[in-house]
């Protein structure tokens, strides 16, 4: 995981100490109980600076 590129599944359930298969679920069932992520792709990616202010629980500007 790197600050200069978007995070994946993979990336993000490392970070918060989830099973990728987890992530996936939710992505799909609770997609509100996730960071904000990047809706302009066409598969999940979530920027490392929003998901590390959701964490804080720091007020989010909507992503792109």
Do not use: C, H, N
């Amino acid at each position: 995981m790197t600050e200069s590129k978007l995070w994946t599944i993979r990336d993000l359930a490392a970070f918060l100490g989830y099973s990728e298969k987890t992530i996936a679920r939710m992505v799909s069932q609770a997609p509100e109980k996730l960071p904000p992520r990047v809706y302009a792709l066409s598969r999940p990616r979530w920027e490392p600076g929003v998901v590390m202010a959701w964490v804080k629980g720091e007020k989010l500007v909507k992503p792109r």
